[in-house]
């Protein structure tokens, strides 16, 4: 699959991360059926904030060297 632009590229990184986050919540439910709404958000929070990799932005590695946006082109 050739995604021709950047913005593309984004859309499809922000919607695999909401697809992350909707199944976290299905798992969620299914493991913790008595856990309302709420209790459910503050877990996905954490979740997010605590998965491995989080703290050091989800990429373990060298850092990129151009800035970010296309300026350093």
């Not at 008595?34 to 877990?43: N, R």
Request: proline share 10%.
């Amino acid at each position: 699959m050739s995604l021709s632009s950047p913005q593309e590229r984004l859309r499809v990184a922000l919607d695999l991360a909401d697809l992350g986050e909707q199944m976290m919540r299905a798992r969620l439910r299914r493991e913790q059926p008595d856990l309302d709404d709420a209790a459910v958000q503050a877990a996905v929070e954490r979740w997010r904030q605590e998965r491995p990799g989080a703290l050091l932005g989800d990429c373990p590695g060298r850092p990129y060297p151009r800035p970010l946006g296309g300026l350093g082109r």
